[in-house]
């Protein structure tokens, strides 16, 4: 240990005051602490230790994965080998510890596959490269945005996510995705709708402290670009409220432990507070400016108009729907009845009062022009007076013949007063 003494120094910022014994003692016993842990835990396919009490590992987990309680991955790795010689051993320390810190995010080891090449400056940084997009996820930054910007194609400025809701609305489809935990794919579904592949993610009480550790390892490293910082934006524009959560629960997208939506929606948001970020560093940004290009788009924006105002909900959907088909079916009824009420206005305006007309001019014109000329003259009477039906014709022609009659005794009735 006096050997990497120097070495151990070097991996902490700042100078640390205590003697050269000091330093090399507690460096000595949480390092054994920590390798004599992994080794119960290996003999119980890392579910209890004899030594403590159940309880105690979720704390152990939440506590050694903290920034200030990190050990250099090099002192442990060397008490691992010491007690490696002694003792055989069928996985290395690496192992153990992902095994160890898996728990934190309950990934499927299945879905998770960890590269051989994934390592660490201590455990924090290896639990960290370990949920790291793959490679091609990671290629996805400010260069692409700037390529598509040098093309002269459209793009969205803002760096923020539109809430679930809002993406639900305007034709989104939100499913669960099989990748690591960073990657996050946008893919052209069916119909010009969109497709949000979101690896699941599980929330719980100790998921706050695990991504505020990570994030200022990430803030404080100049080597670590900021992958979880990202994440974590991109997840606090997509959840804004207990709908978010609820819709991406449904989807299979979140899954938490807190009891209540409202509560998942809240620490969400709390995660990213007073974080200096810079959207363009995103490995995200170009799946955030295709969401927001798309959601902004004219059929996207009808769509969610009509969404949001007509099919909120299914008790609204039928509603709208029923108030469709009335309306569909009252235009139907309407039509036919013109249609009937103008074969008969034009049946009586011809025989009834053009035909007798036209008799008198029999000499002047042909048959064909004679028809011709009384379905013109019915066609220009029937709107003209807006005429309906005989029996509006019969009223109409009595009541101005009442009108009229009233007209002349009215005018007799005042030329006697006035004699």
């Not at 803002?158 to 794919?185: Q, V, Y």
């Not at 170009?286 to 969404?307: F, G, P, Q, T």
């Not at 509006?392 to 004699?419: A, G, M, P, W």
Request: proline letters at 2%; one cysteine or more; aromatic letters at 10%.
């Amino acid at each position: 240990m006096e050997e990497l003494e120097e070495e151990a120094r070097g991996c902490y910022w700042g100078k640390i005051q205590l003697s050269s014994e000091n330093f090399v003692k507690m460096t000595l016993i949480d390092g054994c602490f920590i390798v004599e842990l992994f080794k119960e835990l290996e003999q119980h396919n890392f579910i209890y230790a004899p030594s403590i009490q159940r309880w105690m590992l979720p704390t152990l987990r939440r506590d050694m994965i903290m920034l200030e309680n990190q050990l250099p991955f090099c002192v442990l790795q060397k008490l691992f080998e010491l007690k490696s010689n002694s003792v055989e051993s069928n996985t290395s320390l690496r192992d153990q510890a992902l095994q160890f810190f898996t728990p934190l995010l309950q990934r499927d080891p299945t879905l998770n596959c960890i590269s051989k090449e994934v390592t660490g400056r201590h455990f924090l940084d290896l639990f960290r490269s370990s949920i790291l997009p793959t490679g091609e996820e990671k290629n996805k930054t400010s260069d692409s945005y700037k390529s598509t910007e040098s093309k002269g194609m459209e793009t969205d400025l803002t760096n923020t996510m539109r809430s679930a809701t809002e993406l639900g609305e305007a034709g989104f489809i939100f499913k669960k995705g099989k990748a690591r935990l960073l990657d996050i794919d946008l893919e052209k579904g069916r119909l010009n709708k969109r497709v949000l592949k979101i690896p699941p993610l599980y929330i719980d009480d100790y998921k706050g402290t695990l991504f505020r550790n990570i994030v200022a390892f990430e803030q404080c490293h100049r080597e670590c670009k900021p992958y979880v910082t990202s994440y974590l934006f991109f997840f606090d524009g997509l959840i804004n409220s207990a709908e978010d959560v609820e819709l991406l629960h449904h989807k299979e997208v979140i899954h938490h432990s807190l009891g209540r939506d409202k509560d998942v929606a809240k620490l969400v948001n709390s995660l990213c507070k007073e974080i200096a970020y810079d959207g363009y560093e995103s490995y995200l940004q170009k799946v955030v400016s295709d969401a927001n290009n798309h959601y902004h788009s004219k059929c996207a924006k009808i769509r969610a108009k009509l969404v949001h105002h007509y099919f909120s909900s299914w008790v609204v959907g039928i509603s709208t729907l029923a108030g469709m088909i009335v309306i569909y079916l009252t235009l139907i009824q309407t039509g036919c009845a013109v249609e009937n009420h103008s074969v008969t206005l034009l049946a009586c305006m011809k025989h009834g009062i053009l035909d007798p007309l036209f008799g008198h001019f029999s000499f002047t014109f042909t048959e064909d022009e004679r028809e011709g000329l009384k379905s013109k003259l019915a066609s220009y009477f029937s709107r003209l007076f807006n005429f309906t039906s005989i029996k509006d014709v019969s009223e109409r022609l009595k009541s101005s013949f009442i009108t009229s009659q009233k007209d002349d005794e009215t005018n007799q009735e005042y030329q006697s007063k006035k004699t």
